[in-house]
């Protein structure tokens, strides 16, 4: 899969959506555009359930790295976002409720019918994605 999830960090409260957020890397050779692309969440193997759309969406190069925060921005009530940096920049998905509903939370980014990346959340795995 193109995308991988490298880091999977569960908000210390359900209010606090911008303490919410994934780190998301182009594991592929190639440009990645994600315009159009859903999020769908789910619990084991199921099929899962679209939770929000990546519109405008961003460019990804190979290699290179994006978090993906649930809350909003400026929404004080979700609290801070993390800092960004050169290296990793948020992107917010702008949802009402926390993605992560413990651990076996399957995430996936799916193009039409194409997956570009799945993790599965798992607190006590480096990062919080299970192998």
């Known amino acids: 899969m193109a995308l991988q999830f490298r880091e999977m960090h569960p908000a210390a409260s359900t209010d606090l959506l911008n303490d919410e957020w994934f780190i998301l890397e182009n594991a592929g050779q190639h440009p990645l555009v994600t315009q159009g692309c859903t999020v769908l969440r789910a619990r084991g193997k199921g099929r899962g359930a679209v939770v929000g759309t990546l519109d ?3 460019t990804l190069k190979p290699g290179e790295r994006i978090r993906l925060v649930t809350g909003v921005a400026a929404k004080k009530a979700h609290g801070e976002p993390p800092a960004e940096t050169d290296a990793l920049k948020n992107y917010h998905l702008f949802l009402k409720a ?3 509903e413990g651990p ?5 980014i799916v193009l039409k019918q194409l997956e570009l990346g799945q993790g599965t959340f798992d607190p006590a795995a480096p990062g ?3 192998a």
């Open 128 to 130: 919080g994605v299970a």
């Open 98 to 100: 926390p993605l992560l």
């Open 56 to 58: 405008p969406g961003f």
């Open 104 to 108: 076996g939370t399957v995430l996936r």
